[in-house]
């Protein structure tokens, strides 16, 4: 969820367009601007000041009420972080003061440079953030240490704050800005390369359109060999467990580039997948979750990333993602011309209200089709542990290894208590704080339920296929529906507002 926040934050950034010429730097450095950097110094103050204290008061007897009273703050804190910045960019001068630095940048079809400084304040907010929340964190963790030791898991000092920062750094902020910032890079070289030719000196909306749209499929094409390097990865060295992966990958006929450790100072028990085509495709898995979980718990949790593979939840994610910005692009198509016939306030931020009305239907969706997608790699998962005990005990006559069985959703469901009780984290939570995945209690009970009866799991295939039509029938329908309002708009083009 945090990584969506980032998006959010570039979104608000550029849906800010200047109001006529620049003013003088000294006109605009005044009391709204110290309110706003005010406002972020009292937030980080006085979560700093509640960290420390609940860190002195942590007990174990209350460690989960507290994480959870502990997580809400945090989140509402970071949230209240990008409200803010969007009342600095659009009512606090902030935005202004940033085109009035940029001069002669402003002349010139770019955008990296002005993001980079726009978006400055609120990424260093959220950094002090993690020095604010970190004697809390430290405190929560040495507790959880005592759950550990009650598992016989392996114990581990907490991170230092440098470890703490930097993990922090590379998965909540890199992770998403990277990829980003590389869209902008070579939207700008593309756009100014257009003009030094000559073959579009003032382009159209459509054309620089176009351009941020291959920019951004060269980039997403690209960036799992950017990611292993923003979240500090090395291939899994050869041995039993190593080749045991690679056979299961042959067992499904799947290409990869590799199988990745994802170096955390074994502070983070995680797994993901990377890359929609082979030659880009990294599997990783966290080093914790490699020192805590028994082999049986590896492959499962393996088996789930093969999962989104063998069911091409990448390429699908492609098809909702064009589905969405075509809708989006629809949408703000027809409102900009329906504004034409309507006086609004001036000081009524129109940009910024429809780039969160977009933002905020695109998070709803995409969360709905991710869960989904979660769902149907924890079935796979399930079902290829059946497969293996059944194959094991030579039972493949009685026993169907199509459908969720009660050993495989035994074994995923304990390789997903696992990864809670090493990363801390409860097990049950609202949706809120689990929008892309589920709470792992939901996951673990809905395996066990559709274990207990074969046409459970059969019933499922069926309500995914149905997905996958209502994804391309949606794109089929947005695209139609993006045509005729293009069309329309050409003929609307000369229509006076009243």
Not at 105 to 118: A, C, D, E, Y
Not at 308 to 336: D, N, Q, S
Request: aromatic letters at 12%.
């Amino acid at each position: 969820m945090t990584r969506f926040l980032v998006l959010f934050l570039f979104l608000i950034w550029m849906a800010w367009r200047p109001d006529g010429a620049p003013r003088p730097i000294s006109a605009l450095l005044n009391s709204q601007l110290v309110l706003f950097f005010g406002f972020y110094l009292f937030l980080i103050g006085t979560l700093a000041l509640w960290s420390r204290l609940l860190a002195r008061r942590v007990r174990g007897t209350a460690l989960h009420r507290q994480m959870r009273y502990f997580d809400r703050v945090i989140f509402a804190s970071r949230l209240m972080v990008l409200a803010w910045f969007a009342v600095g960019v659009f009512f606090l001068g902030w935005g202004e003061l940033v085109y009035t630095m940029m001069g002669r940048l402003n002349r010139l079809p770019i955008q990296l440079p002005h993001t980079i400084v726009g978006t400055l304040p609120c990424l260093l907010a959220w950094m002090a953030l993690w020095w604010s929340q970190y004697p809390a964190d430290r405190a929560l963790r040495e507790q959880n240490m005592m759950v550990q030791f009650d598992e016989e898991l392996p114990l581990r000092r907490p991170p230092t704050f440098a470890s703490f920062f930097l993990l922090n750094l590379r998965l909540q902020i890199l992770f998403t800005a990277v990829p980003l910032l590389l869209i902008l890079l070579l939207h700008d070289t593309a756009m100014i390369a257009l003009r030094i030719t000559g073959i579009a000196r003032y382009p159209s909306d459509a054309l620089e359109g176009a351009v941020t749209l291959l920019s951004a499929l060269v980039v997403f094409i690209r960036a799992p060999v950017i990611i292993r390097r923003v979240l500090q990865t090395q291939s899994l060295p050869d041995g039993a467990l190593r080749r045991r992966l690679e056979a299961f990958c042959r067992e499904h006929n799947l290409k990869y580039r590799d199988i990745l450790i994802w170096q955390t100072n074994h502070n983070l028990g995680n797994a993901a997948v990377m890359g929609i085509i082979p030659q880009v495709r990294y599997i990783l898995m966290s080093d914790l979750l490699l020192e805590t979980m028994t082999p049986e718990q590896i492959e499962a949790v393996f088996a789930h990333e093969v999962g989104h593979i063998v069911h091409r939840h990448m390429i699908w994610y492609l098809v909702f993602f064009k589905g969405v910005m075509l809708a989006l692009a629809a949408v703000a198509l027809l409102v900009e011309f329906y504004l034409r016939f309507v006086h609004l306030p001036g000081w009524l931020p129109t940009d910024l209200l429809m780039t969160l009305a977009g933002a905020g239907g695109f998070l709803v969706a995409f969360g709905f089709v991710s869960r989904r997608f979660e769902r149907q790699a924890d079935v796979f998962a399930a079902r290829q542990m059946e497969r293996r005990a059944t194959t094991q005990l030579a039972l493949s006559s009685t026993v169907n290894p199509c459908h969720v069985g009660p050993y495989g959703a035994r074994i995923f469901s304990s390789a997903l208590q696992k990864v809670a009780l090493i990363n801390g984290m409860p097990i049950t939570g609202p949706l809120w704080r689990n929008w892309c995945h589920g709470s792992i209690d939901t996951r673990m009970r809905y395996l066990l339920k559709i274990s207990e009866d074969p046409a459970q799991t059969r019933q499922f295939d069926r309500w995914m296929r149905t997905l996958y039509a209502a994804l391309v029938t949606a794109l089929l329908i947005v695209g139609g529906l993006w045509i005729i309002v293009q069309f329309t708009g050409v003929l609307h083009a000369n229509v006076a507002p009243i």
